[in-house]
């Protein structure tokens, strides 16, 4: 999917999202900026982004592990209303993106409002689409704001990968089941036996396969590269690149979204992603290939880790906004979804989600100042910006005469 957003100030920009729920980005400015159109809609609300906030992000199985989804969310609702001093009041609805649900809190979105002090008359929802539930949350919010549904709403994502759910066997679920309505001797004996058998204790561990393709989204990465020519040595500098500019960042203290978070029995509040890990090429040229063997591309220096983490952003009908004596960081003008063979194409999201969002804007790419992707994968966004710069690609799959 592609978002399309404006700055009272600055630069128009361009949000991407691909396959893959992890934690870096890759920003690229363009070389030259034009004249910016206001891109506001005639007879559609001005919606705004107000504020965003979110926790650390941090490898699963580290400082996070013992907490619950919930958790982390609440942390940003909270840290949300406290840095922008609305009152929860004002707040009309609240909207949360998740891919791995914790069954204990189905509704993410409810129990975290609730856990965070919102009044409980607040409408919540929780949604869910693969690796961009927050977008899909941030539209939800553009939707209800720009439908005069509502006026303020907090949307935000939260995924945990330290304590996925891992279940009984189907043929354990049916025994348990049907023990459950079991009224004879006989029938419970019957079940108990069935249970004795080891193949039924053997759990389910959660799919990291497409259930479509049967195919992990690293393999499908691997695949992409070699599709299109992008080489080991450039997936590991570009990778290099991103963690370089993540250090530096966070040295510069740039990365003033992040909320300082003290997690109980920790001593020390965390204050950073501890993924970041500047690195050098002979190093990372050592690590073996992680996900087709022995001449995959993909490796654990090029891809992204595992995250444990949660955001929230607070988006307003401008007019709300400005009564309220808030300050727009950026104004929501557009975005669009697009879905493509999950086989072959699983990860070129951006390569047909910018012309599509540019086309429907009436802009160009040398319109743009700055484009965000989400980098799952190093070779993935190399991909996406080769297809983007392709008069072949754009003929081919996009039914344009050029890129």
């Keep these: 999917m592609a978002f399309l957003s404006n700055f009272p100030k600055a630069a128009l920009q361009i949000q991407l999202k691909s396959a893959g729920a992890r934690c870096f980005n890759a920003s690229t400015t363009t070389q030259s900026s ?62 949360y993106g998740t891919v791995i649900q914790e069954v204990k809190t189905s509704n993410i979105a409810r129990e975290a409002m609730l856990s ?28 209800l704001i720009a439908a005069g549904q509502c006026e303020a709403v907090v ?27 079991a009224k004879t001797t006989g029938k419970k004996l019957q079940l108990l036996w069935k249970a004795m058998s080891p193949a039924v204790w053997t759990p389910e561990l959660p799919a990291v396969a497409e259930f479509s393709t049967s195919e992990t989204m690293g393999h499908s990465a691997d695949r992409l590269c070699t599709a299109f020519g992008i080489t080991r040595l450039a997936q590991d500098e570009f990778a290099m690149r991103s963690h370089k500019f993540a250090a530096d960042a966070i040295q510069a203290g740039l990365l003033t979204d992040v909320l300082p978070y003290k997690v109980p029995k920790v001593a020390e509040y965390i204050t950073k992603d501890n993924g970041v890990r500047p690195s050098s090429l002979e190093q990372m040229s050592k690590l073996k290939p992680a996900f087709i063997k022995p001449f995959g591309t993909i490796t654990a220096a090029n891809a992204s880790f595992l995250t444990d983490g949660a955001s929230a952003c607070l988006l307003m009908s401008e007019e709300k906004a400005l009564s309220l004596g808030l300050k727009p960081k950026a104004y929501l003008r557009d975005f669009v979804y697009v879905s493509q063979d999950p086989k072959d194409q699983l990860l070129l ?23 965000e992707y ?23 799959f996009l039914g344009k005469s050029a890129k």
């Design 116 to 143: 965070a002090g919102f009044k409980d008359t607040t409408p919540a929802h929780t949604v869910t689409q693969a690796c961009i539930s927050s977008n899909q949350a941030i539209t939800t919010a553009i939707g």
């Design 349 to 371: 999201g951006p390569a047909y989600a910018t012309p599509k969002v540019l086309d429907k804007a009436g802009l160009s790419l040398a319109d743009i100042d700055v484009f």
């Design 155 to 181: 949307a935000g994502g939260v995924e945990f990968m330290s304590d996925v759910p891992i279940r009984h066997s189907r043929k354990m679920r049916k025994i348990m089941l049907d023990s459950s309505k």
């Design 374 to 396: 989400h980098e799952a994968f190093a070779g993935q966004i190399l991909a996406n910006l080769t297809a983007l710069e392709s008069d072949e690609f754009a003929k081919k």
């Design 34 to 95: 034009k004249s910016k159109k206001t891109l506001a809609k005639p007879n559609v609300r001005n919606v705004v982004l107000v504020e965003g906030v979110r926790t650390p992000f941090l490898m699963s199985g580290t400082d996070y592990k013992d907490l619950m989804p919930h958790n982390l969310a609440t942390k940003t609702l909270s840290g949300l209303i406290k840095r922008t001093g609305v009152d929860k009041d004002v707040i009309d609805y609240v909207v």
